[in-house]
């Protein structure tokens, strides 16, 4: 196999910080990182000769996409109880988990559903918050894509049949068996500040910043969660979790809608991280972040799609889409988070959060190679006068149509290199019977 491989007769969206796109570009790439990126004309003819050379046929090249909050096991239960209000909404979803997801072997069967959706629609990384995080970790390696997870923190017996007493010990050996892959990301991830207790939240904020890894929490999603915290702490979520030494660059906090603006400022000066989740705040009726108060503040937006049960799909491009339309509407400013910027959310700023802005979330030279191809010649891309305006505001997942991740190949043409789709999906179907038995015990928290 030759060294290098170039891709060439790409429209080239680099997503770095100048937003720099190329008409007629071209790529070299070796091993896993990106060698050089530049105009056709000027492609170096020295690599030219002895490389593996692959005709792009026009398409649009692109750094994949960085989803930062999502749960891809949850895709066994998609579509399973819906237009419900949240607290019952989510104890029905919690009793059909409570089924299932004991076996760590469903769990896994969950994520690779979840990998096999996203990698279609050109995520190349994910940050996944799920039970059995070691079997994502597991799942992760073999299908390519690139994971940051981590201990799951719940004061609570979890769906996965473990206790809260375990659950340090259960982080730090993630940091042990999964810390040395520098494919990897591993962190902690407590559920939130109303299920997990100070004494176990300082536990896990502990461990992420002994071992170097990041920490994220859902924070301030609702108003039902502030008013619970204020009750028990007499305090918000985002000064309790401040007092608690939880904000940090390190720290990657999902969703923010219930936030003032001293919270904000918090945010700003420690170099916290947002995942903002349009899709999820808007169908569990959660309310609109202030994104333009971040953004105002020089807080790093990232976008996520949060899980299957509460956004139906993981798409990003929807993600991108409602991240550039609906402030627009909330705050009645048709300048309101650009196509730009909504762009940067999906990528450059997914890789700030990581900590890995060096090596991801751009077309760059010495970055790892995580793109993907797209096609632009159907009928809603064309004509297109701005390949910024149309990722954001007309592309979808149908069009992706090859993923790399490291310089390797995860989707061919549309099809899955990595993953068995239709044994994955069969095995999928095949829990149903089993999820809906489970449910009927109290069919009045059912409503399909
Ligand atoms: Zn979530």
Redesign the pocket.
């Known amino acids: 196999m030759s060294e290098f491989t170039i891709f060439e007769n790409a429209l080239i969206v680099t997503c770095d910080e100048s937003h720099k796109t190329i008409e007629n570009g071209a790529m070299i790439i070796r091993g896993r990182e990106i060698f050089w990126v530049g105009p056709a004309e000027e492609l170096p003819q020295e690599q030219r000769s002895a490389a593996k050379i692959i005709d792009a046929g026009g398409k649009i090249l692109m750094p994949g996409l960085i989803n930062t909050?999502a749960?891809c096991g949850d895709t066994l239960f998609r579509g399973l109880v819906e237009d419900l209000p949240l607290e019952q909404w989510l104890q029905t979803i919690w009793k059909a988990e409570a089924e299932v997801l004991g076996d760590a072997e469903i769990c896994r069967l969950g994520v690779e559903l979840g990998f096999a959706e996203l990698l279609s629609g050109g995520v190349t990384s994910v940050m996944d918050?799920f039970w059995h995080p070691d079997q994502t970790f597991l799942a992760a390696q073999d299908a390519g894509i690139r994971l940051a997870t981590g201990g799951i923190f719940f004061d609570f017996d979890g769906m996965d049949g473990n206790g809260p007493e375990n659950r340090q010990k259960d982080a730090a050996e993630l940091f042990d068996r999964f810390g040395e892959n520098d494919e990897m990301f591993v962190g902690t991830m407590p559920h939130g500040t109303y299920t997990v207790g100070p004494e176990n939240l300082r536990g896990a904020i502990n461990l992420a910043n002994e071992r170097g890894g990041f920490f994220s929490i859902?924070a301030a999603e609702t108003k039902v969660e502030q008013a619970t915290i204020q009750e028990r702490y007499q305090t918000s979520v985002i000064r309790h979790l401040s007092a608690l030494g939880g904000l940090s660059q390190n720290t990657v906090l999902?969703h923010c809608v219930h936030v003032d603006d001293e919270e904000l400022d918090l945010m700003a000066k420690t170099g916290t991280h947002v995942a903002h989740?349009p899709l999820?705040n808007l169908k569990l009726a959660s309310g609109f972040a202030p994104i333009m108060e971040m953004q105002k503040r020089g807080i790093n937006v990232t976008l996520g799609t949060?899980?299957a049960v509460?956004g139906n799909d993981m798409d990003m491009w929807l993600a991108m889409r409602l991240a550039a339309t609906i402030h627009k509407a909330a705050t009645e400013n048709p300048s309101a988070v650009t196509a730009g910027e909504a762009l940067h959310m999906a990528t450059l700023n997914g890789a700030k959060a990581l900590g890995a802005e060096s090596y991801l979330g751009s077309l760059e030279v010495g970055k790892r190679a995580d793109f993907i191809l797209l096609n632009h010649s159907g009928a809603h891309a064309s004509p297109m006068f701005n390949p910024i305006n149309h990722l954001v505001y007309s592309a979808t997942k149908g069009d992706v149509n090859d993923v790399f991740v490291s310089g390797r190949q995860l989707v061919k043409d549309k099809q899955l290199l990595t993953l068995d789709l239709s044994d994955i999906c069969t095995k999928a179907r095949a829990l149903q019977p089993r999820i809906m038995a489970a449910l009927k015990e109290n069919p009045k928290e059912v409503r399909a």
Do not use: E, L, T, V
């Open positions: 909050h749960h918050n859902h999902a989740n999820s949060d899980g509460s």
